[in-house]
């Protein structure tokens, strides 16, 4: 398997199926005996600035602080999460609307969406 | 049957979708300044886009996936964030362009002010994407596009010489103020090859759910549909060139354009042109809207889809609700219509590469597409484009700048 081929920026789906944002980071552990390992992915704005450039990241951070809705900037996903990699998406043992990566689109779905005619029930 | 019906509706997906205010007012123009004479920059563009619509949709039945999902997954994010965020300010603009479209054929017909009408105009368009399925729209935007055969119509009325037509068709150099010439040129190839397009029709196949039984339909839909579409832009020029070009009468403001039907049609014309105009900007606005709600939500990898309640896909949904309130904006503070639907072309000319490119590798990837990757002309005709793509975003600008006053 190939890291950035086959897992980096990878469409996520839970366990129904359900879009929940795609693989933004990968965290590597370096073993002293052994070759590095998948830890966990890593999902956000802020890991994704990061990619751009450090000063996109720190921007994005001071951003974050005045209007954050997630709880956390950097949502962690373990590898002991993945169900399968398949061609074109990786499915995780979790269900999206109870991550982080659900936040914005809960807290749009509450304060926004809702208010709009025939965005209700 | 069922996929029969399909080609039906992707034909009128073509009829709506490829005629937008781009290809109105660059036709006009051509057809007023150069008669017959840059018929050929269309004929190529349209064979490029036929090209380009079919490896999309055959992108998107083959592998399940639109085009900025793959994007994003075979060129990481670092890639697409530039091309991402230029397309899609570029997108709003365009937006911006349709939905003052729409606001210049009402006023047209009421003679109120054009800024005034992009509030209504503005809600009229987020009503139809939030209230409306997928299927919905696809069925009514394009079925009242056939409206636009009103230019065909006028073509057969008028009787153009044949011969000259024929000419138009092959790229002859101009007898008077070439940079205008070239500038127009480019300006055609930007209105036909809108990025939007791939997006939204490749988006557009996986939310019908297009699986490998497809690829024909597909390449049925993309000739005749996108040749189709390229007829009424063909019709339009030849129109302005017979009624426009004689009397003197150049085109720089919507205005001048809407003479174009009034010769074919006495009475009816005027409001033949202004329903028509209205009916082809409202469809071209509303497949730019969903399509940068797509690109958006693909890239980010949220849920999405038009048939979604908008509760269901919030950040979807929020994405062309925020571009159809910049783009109405744009319009209400006094932005003329016909000067931003120039300036988009040209820039979306110039963006191309970022469109082009990478179809040159996804669609030669046999990982994804198996058996279906490019054959050497869809692959010679995509070469071309990247070339053609690389001159039009170096000369493009400095066009504008010699030429578009």
């Known amino acids: 398997?190939?890291?950035?081929?086959?897992?980096?920026?990878?469409?996520?789906?839970?366990?129904?199926?359900?879009?929940?944002?795609?693989?933004?980071?990968?965290?590597?552990?370096?073993?002293?005996?052994?070759?590095?390992?998948?830890?966990?992915?890593?999902?956000?704005?802020?890991?994704?600035?990061?990619?751009?450039?450090?000063?996109?990241?720190?921007?994005?951070?001071?951003?974050?602080?005045?209007?954050?809705?997630?709880?956390?900037?950097?949502?962690?996903?373990?590898?002991?999460?993945?169900?399968?990699?398949?061609?074109?998406?990786?499915?995780?043992?979790?269900?999206?609307?109870?991550?982080p990566a659900y936040d914005w689109e809960i807290w749009l779905r509450r304060n926004v969406i809702r208010h709009l005619p025939g965005g209700g029930e | 049957m069922k996929k029969w019906m399909q080609l039906a509706l992707g034909i009128l997906t073509g009829v709506g979708g490829f005629f937008d205010?781009?290809?109105?007012?660059?036709?006009?123009?051509?057809?007023?300044?150069?008669?017959?004479?840059?018929?050929?920059?269309?004929?190529?563009?349209?064979?490029?886009?036929?090209?380009?619509?079919?490896?999309?949709?055959?992108?998107?039945?083959?592998?399940?996936?639109?085009?900025?999902?793959?994007?994003?997954?075979?060129f990481g994010f670092t890639f697409w964030a530039?091309?991402?965020?230029?397309?899609?300010?570029?997108?709003?603009?365009?937006?911006?362009?349709?939905?003052?479209?729409?606001?210049?054929?009402?006023?047209?017909?009421?003679?109120?002010?054009?800024?005034?009408?992009?509030?209504?105009?503005?809600i009229l368009v987020w009503l139809l994407l939030w209230r409306t399925t997928f299927s919905t729209l696809e069925n009514s935007t394009s079925f009242l596009g056939f409206l636009t055969l009103a230019f065909v119509i006028a073509v057969v009325v008028h009787h153009p010489p044949l011969r000259e037509i024929g000419a138009g068709m092959v790229p002859s150099l101009p007898h008077h103020d070439p940079a205008k010439y070239w500038y127009?040129?480019?300006?055609?190839?930007?209105?036909?090859?809108?990025?939007?397009?791939?997006?939204?029709?490749?988006?557009?196949?996986?939310?019908?759910?297009?699986?490998?039984?497809?690829?024909?339909?597909?390449?049925?839909?993309?000739?005749?549909?996108?040749?189709?579409?390229?007829?009424?832009?063909?019709?339009?020029?030849?129109?302005?060139?017979?009624?426009?070009?004689?009397?003197?009468?150049?085109?720089?403001?919507?205005?001048?354009?809407?003479?174009?039907?009034?010769?074919?049609?006495?009475?009816?014309?005027?409001?033949?042109?202004?329903?028509?105009?209205?009916i082809a900007c409202l469809g071209a606005a509303v497949e730019v809207g969903l399509s940068m709600a797509y690109a958006t939500a693909q890239t980010f990898g949220w849920n999405w889809g038009e048939d979604l309640e908008p509760r269901e896909d919030a950040r979807f949904c929020l994405v062309y609700t925020v571009a159809i309130l910049i783009s109405s904006l744009i319009i209400l503070f006094g932005v003329d219509p016909f000067k931003l639907t120039l300036l988009t072309m040209v820039i979306s000319a110039a963006a191309l590469p970022f469109v082009a490119i990478p179809f040159l590798l996804l669609m030669n990837d046999r990982k994804t597409l198996g058996e279906h990757t490019n054959g050497w002309i869809s692959n010679t005709v995509t070469v071309l484009v990247v070339i053609l793509s690389g001159v039009l975003a170096l000369v493009s600008i400095p066009l504008t700048l010699i030429g578009g006053s």
């Open chain 1, 1 to 99: 398997m190939d890291l950035v081929r086959d897992v980096l920026d990878k469409q996520l789906v839970d366990r129904e199926g359900e879009e929940m944002g795609r693989v933004d980071g990968v965290i590597l552990e370096i073993r002293p005996d052994g070759p590095p390992r998948i830890e966990a992915f890593e999902l956000g704005f802020v890991v994704l600035a990061r990619r751009i450039h450090p000063r996109v990241e720190s921007w994005l951070n001071w951003l974050r602080a005045r209007w954050s809705v997630r709880k956390t900037a950097r949502y962690r996903i373990p590898w002991a999460k993945v169900q399968e990699i398949r061609e074109g998406e990786i499915q995780v043992d979790l269900r999206a609307q109870e991550t």
């Open chain 2, 21 to 74: 205010i781009g290809n109105l007012a660059t036709s006009a123009q051509a057809g007023a300044s150069f008669r017959f004479q840059l018929l050929w920059s269309l004929l190529l563009a349209t064979v490029f886009v036929i090209f380009l619509v079919e490896m999309s949709g055959r992108f998107a039945a083959v592998s399940g996936k639109a085009l900025p999902d793959a994007i994003r997954e075979r």
């Open chain 2, 82 to 122: 530039g091309p991402f965020l230029i397309l899609t300010i570029i997108h709003v603009l365009v937006l911006g362009a349709e939905i003052g479209g729409i606001c210049f054929a009402l006023h047209l017909v009421s003679g109120l002010p054009v800024p005034l009408l992009a509030p209504v105009v503005g």
């Open chain 2, 184 to 278: 127009i040129a480019v300006s055609i190839v930007g209105a036909v090859l809108a990025p939007y397009l791939f997006y939204f029709y490749s988006s557009g196949a996986v939310e019908d759910k297009w699986d490998c039984k497809y690829i024909g339909v597909n390449r049925g839909i993309s000739f005749i549909g996108m040749g189709f579409g390229s007829l009424i832009a063909m019709a339009a020029i030849v129109v302005a060139a017979v009624v426009l070009a004689p009397r003197g009468i150049q085109v720089d403001d919507y205005h001048q354009a809407a003479l174009m039907l009034t010769d074919a049609f006495p009475f009816w014309g005027f409001v033949l042109f202004a329903v028509a105009m209205g």
